[in-house]
């Protein structure tokens, strides 16, 4: 992948930020309506050619981002700017390429990332519908001293098989150093922001789904203790709705 | 439609939210897929009767409302939360039942209304994908001074007629008492405030347009003087998109 493109060529940088509610998540695969299928779409009619974009890694159906990164290889004269222009012309509103810039032509958007901050909305109670598609609704209160002390015992270099999804446990690895695990609070609006060297699949959900349960007292940190030795994910474990979830930034 | 229900009856007042994006107005009409419509559906549902729903006045297509108010008559026995909760149940997301309580069976949520509270939101440049469907995406900096006189002119009881919907003029007046027309800004983030003993057809839309234009330098504080006072709409008194206004409160 790191192979140096023809002189011709440049790379690009784009960081774009998209409302979930209606792809099938970020990433091409069967079944289309992707944000990946719509870009590539505009960059075929803007460049008479097929162009992959290679994103940072793949977000789920109905997650949203504020700052996915992906990058591109073509040959545009006509200045970075412009080029954000034409390719935006043909994205629809719940796209939005925030920059495009040329990078390295080592710049690789995946295999560069060295570490990816999500953020996660609870509303306690029932959001009104202006950010009903923003958010997951609990609607009982949380034990925060308990949500605190799991979240305590949850932040650091940890295997987090327990805390991925079923399906798809094809990684190298499942030990993540999760850097940052914070906790916001303001009124009824509640925030999670996780930051890691890289994340599994359905990692945050499953981390959310986890902290929300022992709020409810469902799990306690103990469990949540022993999950992280024994690598076995329980129904407690649960996977937060996807509509809460923003991929917030890509750190390079 | 004063008249006294049947001793068996209540009047419910019922306070709402609602997205508009996806509906043909809050009041009936041919087309369907109004407000009203899926309450009513929804009333028939719980009450096995046709049971008709009256608003404190209309929205537009795509005009959202925080707290749009409308009263019905029923007979229910179980109490106010449980019957906001049985006709919440059948509603989509896009539109909540804040409150529901028994009313004076004097009350007209249309009638009774002293007056009306409305909100404009605009953005300097182009909105991201998560504010988008809810404010106006003005691509300029705008001439606030300007505005604000503009904003000067406007305050206090005027003929509107010339800012004013053009196929509705059916008003016994179309002078209006504009009580308070506050402009807040926040960065990008711009909010126009109108409350008005009533308002015209599409006036708040019509005004919003009015001012932006002044701020973009193609009307004048001395025209909108003028238009005031020969009441003819012109083509720089534009209406502004619908996905910026939301209903923020019924005056009673």
């Known amino acids: 992948m790191n192979k140096r493109p023809p002189a011709f060529l440049s790379r690009w940088k784009c960081t774009c930020a998209y409302d979930g509610t209606h792809f099938n998540g970020f990433q091409s695969q069967e079944g289309g309506n992707t944000v990946q299928d719509?870009?590539?779409?505009?960059?075929?009619?803007?460049?008479?050619?097929?162009?992959r974009i290679h994103g940072s890694g793949r977000t789920d159906s109905g997650v949203h981002a504020r700052a996915q990164v992906f990058h591109f290889d073509a040959a545009w004269k006509h200045g970075a700017d412009k080029l954000r222009v034409a390719l935006q012309t043909g994205l629809p509103k719940s796209i939005r390429l925030t920059t495009l810039r040329k990078a390295s032509p080592k710049f690789h958007a995946r295999f560069d990332a060295k570490g990816k901050v999500y953020r996660y909305h609870i509303y306690l109670g029932m959001a009104d519908p202006f950010t009903t598609a923003w958010c997951w609704s609990v609607p009982r209160e949380l034990d925060w001293k308990a949500v605190e002390a799991a979240?305590?015992?949850?932040?650091?270099?940890?295997?987090?098989w327990a805390f991925s999804g079923?399906?798809?446990?094809?990684?190298?690895t499942t030990v993540r150093d999760l850097r940052r695990l914070d906790i916001r609070r303001r009124g009824r609006n509640v925030t999670f922001t996780f930051e890691a060297d890289g994340f599994l699949y359905k990692m945050v959900r499953s981390l959310t789904g986890a902290l929300v349960n022992v709020g409810l007292g469902k799990l306690t940190a103990a469990e949540i203790t022993e999950l992280l030795k024994t690598r076995k994910r329980i129904p407690a474990v649960q996977t937060a709705p996807p509509q809460g979830l923003f991929l917030e930034k890509v750190i390079y």
Do not use: M
């Open 166 to 172: 079923e399906n798809d446990r094809t990684y190298e």
């Open 151 to 160: 979240a305590k015992v949850l932040r650091g270099l940890h295997d987090f």
């Open 38 to 51: 719509l870009v590539e779409r505009q960059l075929a009619k803007t460049f008479g050619a097929k162009i």
